[in-house]
């Protein structure tokens, strides 16, 4: 259905249990219990098992489903969830969780262990998204209705801070609504059944989603606080700006830097920022003739203008990153300086490389709409051309991005990404980029390859000692800075615009820009 017009809500169906579509209209950001999300695009899937780091998709994951702990409100401390205790054994390879008493699924069947089992069983058999979670899991067994002991096949420094993102469904769905043995998946890209504080009552694809306050929920100090919630899909910047200053959204999907400046001063609107573990990443590929040499690859990003793009560009939302680890994550090297701009040396780099002025070309692409990648390509290429380095760039959709990015015969040379990581798990905030395992795909786009690399996140991850972690890590780091398969050129903080009504905006340093808890919110007036 075409959209009518940002400021028409359409009439939405019911999502009811398991079943089908029923009619419902939609209240607006007028309605004080009724919060208005405008996001940028649909989302792919909001099954939590199959989901990456998709904005889109985890405005309605993170709310419909939970895990067996989550984290305190703006940080990264655990705390329990659908668990209310676990213990973890000497050699750190078994865990074993008690859990909460009357716990229920949007469906009404309860929580217990054999659901946690069988969610794991699917993880690991549809082997996508956050499957890598449980990829250090051999078994995982109930030991009794409210216990689950999960063993691990080596220890994983990590395991507990990644399982937040571990989000249990409803097992019923995956034999009900199974299609060929697909464990459901089909179903659950367009329906959910969590045990979350909000449940989809409403899904219209490119149009908007709705979630409702689920009254059953276990803690009821967030039993759905605004108790409905519309994510509404507005593609266009301008539009979702109009929304907010008008008061027809009470927050939208982020915005160029410019805008949250100018958000600032706008009556009824707030712009609040924390820190997060966001990067923005140049990746060059290291498959491609022009960036196999490692002083190629030092040359560009010598030349990239660090201090132009975060001060001045980015209006001062966002710093110049020192590392290709994020600020106050584990193992994070707070001796090394920040990346900065140097044209003579840039220059050096390519004459011991073998290249003159001019002999150098090279294609970049990043997402188009997005105002901060175009003028990362602007001045990136304006300050090659003063090293005689030329640089083709094109900006595309996101969803293009990917597919010829992931694909070895279509990937450029060079593209962009803010990347990031929903944990604190610093081996897999590296690994993301850097490990072979992950060649091509999440997300090292780089396409690089270092076995020296590879056993170094490998004997972190398995480390229990800290303090040996942390010497890992700080090698990493300086390896990393040398063989620069991957450009970190910002790192812009966690940024929401609202109305000043929406109150309570906590997120974790892990979470990714724009995914909103939406149950931690208050709505105060109008």
């Known amino acids: 259905m075409r959209r009518q017009g940002w400021w028409f809500l359409p009439i939405l169906g019911l999502i009811v249990g398991l079943g089908g579509l029923t009619g419902t209209a939609i ?25 990456t780091l998709v904005v889109a998709d985890a405005l309605v994951a993170w709310n419909v489903y939970e895990g067996l702990v989550g984290y305190k409100p703006g940080s990264v401390e655990i705390a329990p969830a659908l668990a209310t205790s676990w213990k973890v054994s000497a050699d750190g390879r078994t865990y074993t969780f008690q859990l909460r008493e009357g716990v229920k699924f949007h469906d009404g069947t ?8 069988r969610n794991i069983e699917r993880l690991k058999a549809l082997n996508l998204g956050r499957a890598r979670y449980v990829d250090p899991v051999v078994s995982a067994r109930a030991t009794s209705p409210r216990e689950v002991v999960i063993q691990l096949k080596e220890p994983y420094a990590y395991f507990l801070q990644n399982l937040p993102r571990v989000m249990f469904i409803c097992p019923r769905v995956f034999d009900e609504r199974q299609k060929g043995g697909d464990w459901a998946r089909d179903w659950l890209s367009t329906n959910t059944c969590g045990t979350g504080p909000y449940r989809l009552v409403s899904w219209r694809k490119n149009e908007n989603h709705v979630l409702e306050s689920f009254a059953d929920h276990w803690n009821p100090a967030i039993q759905g606080r605004p108790q409905r919630v519309v994510i ?17 959204a009470d927050m939208i999907y982020r915005v160029g830097a410019d805008t949250y400046a100018r958000l600032q001063a706008a009556a009824g609107v707030q712009v609040l920022r924390l820190p997060g573990f966001d990067q923005t990443i140049i990746t060059l590929n290291t498959s491609r003739t022009a960036f196999q040499k490692r002083e190629v690859r030092q040359a560009v990003a010598t030349a990239f203008p660090y201090e132009a793009m975060a001060r001045s560009a980015l209006r001062g939302f966002a710093r110049v990153p020192t590392s290709h680890l994020a600020r106050n994550m584990e193992g994070f090297d707070p001796t090394l300086p920040p990346f900065r701009q140097d044209l003579t040396r840039a220059k050096s780099l390519l004459d011991k490389a073998g290249y003159a002025p001019g002999q150098l070309t090279f294609k970049y ?14 001045l990136w290429q304006d300050a090659l051309k003063k090293i005689g380095v030329n640089m083709e760039n094109e900006g595309v959709p996101f969803a293009t991005l990917v597919s010829i990015v992931t694909n070895p015969q279509t990937a450029p040379d060079a593209s962009i990404l803010l990347g990031g990581t929903e944990t604190a798990d610093a081996v897999a905030y590296l690994a993301q980029w850097f490990h072979s395992r992950n060649l091509g795909k999440q997300w090292n786009w780089a396409y690089y390859q ?20 942390a010497e890992l890590l ?6 990393l800075r040398e063989e620069m398969p991957v450009m970190p050129v910002y790192a812009p903080p966690l940024t929401e615009a609202m109305r000043t009504r929406v109150k309570g905006w906590a997120p974790s340093p892990g979470d990714f820009h724009s995914v909103i808890r939406f149950y931690q919110l208050t709505l105060e007036g109008r």
Request: proline content about 7%; glycine content about 4%.
């Open 110 to 117: 309860s929580l217990d262990a054999q659901a946690v089992v």
């Open 450 to 469: 270092n076995p020296k690399v590879d056993q170094m996140l490998d004997e972190t991850g398995r480390s229990t000692d800290p303090k040996r972690r």
């Open 27 to 51: 209240t607006t950001a007028q309605d004080a219990n009724t919060l208005v999300y405008a996001a940028q695009r649909d989302p792919f899937t909001p099954d939590p098992h199959v989901t």
């Open 474 to 479: 700080k090698q990493l780091q300086r390896i």
């Open 232 to 248: 509404r899909v507005v593609p266009e910047d301008a539009v979702r700006i109009q929304l907010l200053e008008r008061g027809d």
């Open 365 to 378: 692409v990043w997402v188009a709409g997005i105002e901060e990648e175009r003028l990362t390509a602007v």
